[in-house]
């Protein structure tokens, strides 16, 4: 995302799209995180992530305003291939 905000005058991307199990994944660690710290969110937090909005994918990727997909690695994802 910094990278991001940097290259494009701090916008957001359009979306972040991460598959099925990742984005899975990323809602269950935000949850405990936020239930250990007796964070209350919003309504629909699972759907956003620091802005930008959260869809399941084929890939794992930022999607710019452009439409073009820039892949990304989740840190402490283990690849299965």
Known sequence: MRAHWKAHDNAYPSCIELTAADLQALNA???LINDTMNFKQA????????GAKLQVGATNSLVLASGERVPV???G?????
């Open 29 to 31: 660690e935000r949850k």
């Open 73 to 75: 690695a989740l840190a």
């Open 43 to 50: 309504e629909g937090w699972e759907d956003v992530f620091h």
């Open 77 to 81: 994802a283990v690849s299965t291939s």
